[in-house]
């Protein structure tokens, strides 16, 4: 029998309470200002009560359960940039005492930065063992036996630490029986995987749950809107369904994106490329004959060629195209690769002279990866919206590569698992997502992606 998954939200709230007391503690000591003398219950008062408030308006503490944790780490920097604004601003109205000085806030701030990462990456893997293990989780009853309700209870069966178990699916014909069952078998959600326009069954299914008050989740079929964005809202107590304008439509979307990619590869040129470039150029030349940057033609937005920029990872007599004119992807062991260009290929560090592709304008550092051109001529005709992921500019990282599709596409499902990941980026672009997505690939980097080859 299961464990209940209620305590989890509590622990969160305690940890965080402990985290703003040892960031406290540890401030002063690093200031060295003895505790018994600076300590000030006035301001952990305040502090914890502007921490809980900001964090209705942070999301700080939303499931994210099915999510990476670079997503939580960018929410954390939300919150604590939120919360920085309006502690100071509290305490310089206030004026609790002057020894709130601006390098105690930085210390403050960073100290809760890294404790609050750090502690809720250790509960988030506490609670993923848990999930594991079956020592606790949330039973899913999944109703209408439809592609989408199989691909459902597929996904919550390959990602176990998303915390869900299916414990059946009824057909159509069995909603008769959905009461039954609520009341024989445990089962903590239903989540409603009917057509779109079985309206009576749907709200059927509503009904008999709100009987017995489990918690109900839909599961629309969007697969109709594949070419549009897909978001709901209220107009009143109204939901409403958008299918309407992407994201990146928006000129000020544009513009935010585009600054961001010109002041990041900036940085990147003038503190770590400044080094790296000629250390990666000497490897290059003394492992293998030929030139330092390698050049591929590729698609980038609205189907325009651009020339990809690439530091050479193979021989220089390897061929792209095989005897039957079939473009040759790198593969594991793949003999064209030289030895530096292994190491290369492994850590991304073959991709970073693309930043000055994006500087002058025909790549972004986050966006769809651009495929060569026979890559593309081979997709375009097998992969379904193939050809949309082109409605933006490509990237140098991107949504499929940090969820694992990234090196060799054997098969025409990995290609169009690839592409699906690139339209939800797509659809659902925000700065912030761009920013988790470059989190989550320098995390990838420091760890190895056993894709990368």
Request: charged letters at 20%.
């Amino acid at each position: 029998m299961k464990k209940p998954n209620t305590n989890y939200s509590y622990i969160r709230y305690l940890n965080d309470a402990l985290v703003i007391l040892l960031a406290y503690l540890g401030t002063l000591a690093t200031l060295f200002q003895p505790a018994f003398q600076f300590f000030s219950v006035y301001f952990l008062v305040l502090t914890y009560f502007l921490w809980y408030l900001m964090s209705n308006f942070s999301k700080l503490y939303a499931d994210r359960r099915s999510n990476k944790f670079s997503e939580e780490i960018i929410f954390i920097i939300y919150h604590i940039i939120l919360f920085a604004i309006v502690l100071s601003s509290s305490l310089f109205f206030l004026q609790p005492g002057a020894h709130y000085n601006f390098k105690f806030f930085i210390y403050f701030l960073t100290y809760s930065f890294l404790l609050a990462t750090i502690s809720k990456y250790i509960l988030r893997k506490n609670r993923h063992a848990a999930f594991y293990q079956g020592k606790f989780y949330d039973s899913i009853l999944l109703v209408g036996d439809t592609p989408a309700a199989h691909n459902f209870a597929d996904t919550v069966k390959k990602y176990f630490y998303y915390g869900y178990q299916c414990v059946g699916i009824l057909s159509e014909e069995q909603i008769d029986e959905l009461a039954q069952k609520l009341l024989s078998t445990p089962i903590d959600e239903v989540v409603i995987a009917l057509p779109n326009d079985k309206y009576s069954l749907i709200q059927q299914c509503i009904d008999v749950c709100d009987a017995q008050r489990i918690k109900v989740r839909i599961l629309p079929d969007f697969r109709q809107y594949a070419t549009s964005s897909v978001y709901i809202n209220n107009i009143g107590r109204v939901p409403v369904m958008n299918v309407g304008g992407l994201p990146l439509d928006r000129w000020e979307n544009k513009l935010l994106k585009r600054s961001f990619d010109i002041v990041f590869s900036l940085t990147f040129f003038l503190t770590i490329g400044i080094i790296l470039f000629p250390v990666v150029a000497l490897l290059i030349k003394l492992s293998s004959k030929g030139p330092v940057f390698f050049k591929q033609e590729r698609w980038g937005l609205n189907n325009k060629l651009i020339v990809c920029y690439k530091f050479r990872t193979m021989v220089e007599e390897s061929k792209d195209v095989d005897e039957d004119g079939k473009y040759q992807q790198a593969y594991k062991n793949d003999p064209r690769i030289t030895s530096i260009g292994r190491i290369l290929r492994k850590t991304n560090l073959d991709e970073i002279p693309q930043f000055w592709n994006v500087l002058i304008g025909n790549m972004s550092v986050v966006g769809p990866r651009p495929h060569p051109t026979p890559l593309n001529n081979e997709s375009m005709h097998t992969v379904d919206n193939y050809m949309l992921r082109h409605i933006v500019l490509p990237g140098i990282t991107g949504w499929a590569q940090v969820n694992g599709c990234r090196g060799e596409t054997k098969t025409v499902e990995e290609m169009q698992e690839r592409v699906d990941f690139d339209l939800s980026y797509i659809h659902r672009w925000t700065f912030w997502l761009d920013c988790q997505i470059i989190l989550q690939t320098i995390i990838n980097l420091i760890r190895g992606d056993q894709n990368a080859y």
